[in-house]
């Protein structure tokens, strides 16, 4: 177990290195900052050259690869780090200087167990792609095939397990403050970054999840997954099919190259409306440079690392919510938060319709070149606060997709209407999946499990009850008593320094 001198140590590290890029300003202007926590951070940077502007994503890449993951996975989390903040994360792109090409094949051997020239009959040196977890060669297999090899950096699995260790550690002394910091709940949060980046770390993981997410979208065909090589695969060596085509980023190549870039917007917020809502089942770090621009106005998708999953109860309650935004009706989308638990229920339905109306009537039937998305949001936290909602973690994910999604869209077309490009789909999915026929398969595949399970609770029965005559049941087994051991005794100070760090490392509560 990492001594709490070391956890400090780090975080006094990498807090300071905030501190030199801004990143600590906001703590010390935020009523909902902590007094200690707000005075310890101007400690932090005292003596510091601080900018105007901060610079929240060019601090987190200084820090190391860990730091730019969870700069990541803080990108999801604007009611904790800020609209600003959350919206400059955004600009983390995992661009980092390459390893060098023999150290790469010498991963690659040990990844797949015998050497590259076995199963690639070449291999380009220089990466096209180089992030903090692995990076990505272009390569031609043995019988001819284009492909593209993404190999692990070496070490990277210690690094991450030492930053993650502390995160861990300074998490629970920020939610152990109480207050705004508890109900915010970064211990979630940095849960989460720990499971996202475990199936990173996993190759295999993610080429099961495209192979999953390609039998999805078959329904979409200008929707592409490239297709994984497995025989060529490992846990740290990754083969896919090569993806030909232009970055979305690059909009002045795909005007030259004579695609049509309100079509490109519109199939990738469809492609997302289905895998969020009609499969549960989402590419969840849909940024400009994982998507390609393929001949038939067509979009390609890379980097499965990052997915998403959301059960059919929160994906009917989510379709629900959208179309009762699209359509004003805001009774409807309170009742929904209320029935899904998101709001207590002590809190008045039609005072929650009122605020959610204040906040979205302004946005309705606008593009969102003309929306005020910081306002928008700034609303939309006062809501969570005043009516005391609590993160949800399955909908972490999906508010960071949603806000890249919106991001590449308008970067196509800055013309569209997200509301009414989501309104025909969300509208049949509905109809499809809480309409009269889709309640009665409903109740019958319900009776048919209660009726299976009918014999199993007849044996039970007899079990517990037998006839007479016959053997007496078996007395049940004592139960295990549940032991809790006490926190025991908290350090004060090192509480105190590691709050200010924390809020440091987690980039401010908002």
């Not at 699995?157 to 109900?183: C, N, S, V």
């Not at 770390?201 to 080429?207: I, K, S, T, W």
């Not at 199939?267 to 998507?291: P, S």
């Not at 014999?455 to 009850?465: G, H, N, S, T």
Request: glycine share 8%; proline share 7%; net charge neutral.
């Amino acid at each position: 177990m990492t001594a709490p001198a070391v956890h400090v140590w780090r975080l006094l590290k990498w807090g300071r290195i905030l501190a030199r890029h801004g990143a600590l300003k906001g703590i010390e202007g935020d009523p909902n900052t902590p007094v200690p926590v707000r005075r310890l951070a101007r400690i932090a940077r005292f003596g510091a050259r601080v900018p105007a502007t901060p610079r929240y994503a060019d601090a987190f890449q200084a820090i190391g690869p860990a730091a730019i993951k969870l700069g990541q996975t803080l990108a999801t989390r604007p009611d904790l780090v800020g609209e600003a903040a959350a919206h400059d994360l955004l600009r983390l792109q995992d661009q980092l200087p390459p390893v060098p090409f023999e150290t790469i094949c010498a991963a690659m051997e040990t990844g797949l167990g015998r050497p590259p020239s076995a199963v690639f009959s070449q291999i380009e040196e220089v990466p096209v792609g180089a992030a903090s977890i692995a990076q990505v060669h272009r390569a031609v297999t043995t019988d001819g095939r284009r492909v593209a090899v993404k190999v692990l950096r070496p070490g990277v699995e210690a690094d991450f397990t030492r930053a993650i260790d502390t995160y861990q550690w300074a998490a629970a002394q920020l939610e152990g403050l109480g207050g705004e910091a508890k109900r915010l709940r970064p211990r979630l949060t940095v849960e989460n970054f720990r499971r996202w980046t475990l199936r990173e770390l996993n190759f295999q993981r993610e080429a099961a999840s495209a192979s999953e997410l390609a039998e999805a979208m078959t329904a979409e065909p200008n929707f592409v997954v490239p297709t994984i090589d497995w025989q060529r695969s490992s846990t740290r060596v990754l083969t896919m099919e090569w993806i030909d085509g232009i970055k979305l980023s690059n909009r002045q190549a795909l005007i030259d190259a004579g695609y049509d870039l309100p079509k490109l917007a519109n199939t990738l917020v469809q492609a997302f409306l289905r895998q969020a809502i009609a499969e549960g089942f989402f590419h969840a770090d849909m940024h400009q440079g994982n998507l390609f621009a393929l001949p038939g106005n067509r979009i390609a998708a890379i980097d499965f690392g990052i997915m998403g999953r959301i059960d059919r109860r929160a994906r009917v309650w989510l379709a629900e919510i959208l179309y009762g935004l699209i359509t004003g009706n805001y009774r409807r989308v309170a009742e929904i938060h209320f029935e899904a638990g998101y709001v207590p229920s002590h809190h008045n339905v039609a005072e929650f319709a009122t605020a959610l109306r204040a906040v979205g009537e302004p946005m309705r039937g606008l593009p969102v070149k003309d929306m005020s998305i910081g306002m928008m949001l700034d609303g939309l936290f006062s809501i969570t606060r005043d009516f005391d909602m609590v993160t949800q973690p399955h909908l972490l994910l999906l508010q960071k997709t949603m806000v890249m999604v919106e991001g590449v869209a308008t970067g196509l077309d800055p013309d569209i209407n997200l509301w009414e490009a989501a309104a025909p789909f969300v509208r049949e999915w509905i109809r499809t999946e809480l309409g009269p026929e889709a309640a009665i398969a409903d109740r019958l595949i319900e009776d048919v499990r209660t009726l299976a399970r009918l014999p199993d609770l007849l044996r039970r029965i007899e079990a517990r009850y037998p006839a007479p005559g016959g053997e007496p049941p078996a007395p049940p087994l004592k139960e295990i008593e549940v032991v809790r051991i006490g926190g025991g005794w908290r350090y004060l100070a090192v509480a105190l320094v590691t709050a200010a760090s924390v809020a440091a490392t987690l980039v401010l509560i908002h």
